[in-house]
């Protein structure tokens, strides 16, 4: 089982940047694939980035390609979601989540454990 805490959340003006950190515990990180989705007031639960248990491949929702990076630490058991130029569309509450011995995967249903979300507010 692992636990997982997001942090770095915040508000920031449109065409700024946020990097979110997601803390693991436990010594198998490395088994899970991670991921970022996010939810917006009244809105599903969407796929943000993905990353693979390496670290080598990442996958991003098109709405947000070429503007947020996903990368992982295997060392210190963390995974990270660097956003530049951000919209107002981007506001809300992201989430982190792990997929024991997957590959990454933007299908929710994939993950089996989830942080409890921070909150991003981009403004205009």
């Known amino acids: 089982q692992v636990q997982l805490v997001e942090s770095g959340g915040g508000l920031v003006q449109a065409g700024g940047s946020l990097r979110l950190s997601c803390a693991a515990s436990?010594?198998?990180?490395?088994?899970?694939?991670m991921c970022w989705f996010r939810q917006a007031p009244g809105l599903e639960r969407e796929f943000v980035a993905a990353?693979?248990?390496?670290?080598?491949?990442?996958y991003y929702a098109d709405c947000v390609n070429g503007r947020f990076t996903i990368s992982r630490d295997n060392g210190v058991g963390t995974v990270y979601l660097q956003m530049n130029s951000l919209k107002p569309e981007d506001t809300a509450v992201y989430y982190c989540?792990?997929?024991?011995?997957?590959?990454?995967?933007?299908?929710?249903?994939?993950?089996?454990?989830w942080g409890q979300g921070t909150q991003v507010t981009v403004s205009s």
């Open positions: 989540a792990a997929d024991q011995d997957g590959s990454g995967s933007s299908y929710r249903g994939d993950y089996d454990y």
């Open positions: 990353i693979d248990r390496g670290g080598s491949t990442a």
């Open positions: 436990g010594r198998t990180f490395i088994r899970y694939a």
